[in-house]
T-cell receptor, first 114, second 117 residues
Framework: SQELEQSPQSLIVQEGKNLTINCTSS?????LYWYKQKYGEGLIFLMM?????EEKSHEKITAKLDEKKQQSSLHITASQPSHAGIYLC??????????????FGRGTQLTVWP | DTEVTQTPKHLVMGMTNKKSLKCEQH?????MYWYKQKAKKPPELMFV???????INESVPSRFSPECPNSSLLNLHLHALQPEDSALYLC????????????????FGSGTRLTVV
């Protein structure tokens, strides 16, 4: 199976501060996804990365996949209370799978205080 | 329509009840998934349907019975559940179940919060 380690487990920042969440895989990543979840709700898709060195941005959130495709980072610039929630990284299963099993990291709980 | 719709949003059921969770998408996606998420844990895959056929069952107890009546609908039939089955049940879909390059990603519904009493 695909194992994903996320760090930190929780993060408390003041509004306006920048922050970074990391996701490290035990295997080469073929598809890396970032989702946001409010407690008890569904997952909101943020970004998908596939190519080594790829970087994508949406509003104040930037995600990168390193060249070796075993680590991804999610960076939030000038955080706002609306960024609060649980951030999950997900990865497709092994290349040999006939279907995309999506595995998740344990998540990072982000709190942004005014 | 770019959503996955799950009903009901909340469900409370007794251990002897039979109930069903429903999931619907109209994006033309050919793969649909059921995930179970316990509090403060990541979602865990339960079932995968590909072109309306069950392709993955992650050793889920038989008290959970999935059904895919057509390409837009996915049901999860529940019977004789235990209190430890209380969780958030998430449905997801993806465009092409045979896409090994992960080009399309997964769309998740907002979930059904299930409580077994």
């Amino acid at each position: 199976s695909q194992e994903l380690e996320q760090s930190p487990q929780s993060l408390i920042v003041q509004e306006g501060k920048n922050l970074t969440i990391n996701c490290t895989s035990s295997k080469t990543l073929y598809g890396l996804y970032w989702y946001k979840q409010k407690y008890g709700e569904g997952l909101i898709f943020l970004m998908m990365l596939q190519k080594g060195g790829e970087e994508k941005s949406h509003e104040k959130i930037t995600a990168k996949l390193d060249e070796k495709k075993q680590q991804s980072s999610l960076h939030i610039t000038a955080s706002q209370p609306s960024h609060a929630g649980i951030y999950l990284c997900g990865a497709d299963g092994d290349r040999g799978s006939t279907l995309g099993r999506l595995y998740f990291g344990r998540g990072t709980q982000l709190t942004v205080w005014p | 329509d770019t959503e996955v719709t799950q009903t009901p949003k909340h469900l409370v059921m007794g251990m002897t009840n039979k109930k069903s969770l429903k999931c619907e998408q109209h994006m033309g996606h050919r793969a649909m998934y059921w995930y179970k998420q316990k509090a403060k844990k990541p979602p865990e895959l339960m079932f995968v349907y590909s072109y309306e056929k069950l392709s993955i069952n992650e050793s889920v107890p038989s008290r959970f019975s999935p059904e895919c009546p057509n390409s837009s609908l996915l049901n999860l039939h529940l019977h004789a559940l235990q209190p430890e089955d209380s969780a958030l049940y998430l449905c997801a879909s993806s465009q092409d179940p045979l896409d090994r390059r992960g080009r399309y990603g997964y769309t998740f519904g907002s979930g059904t919060r299930l409580t077994v009493v």
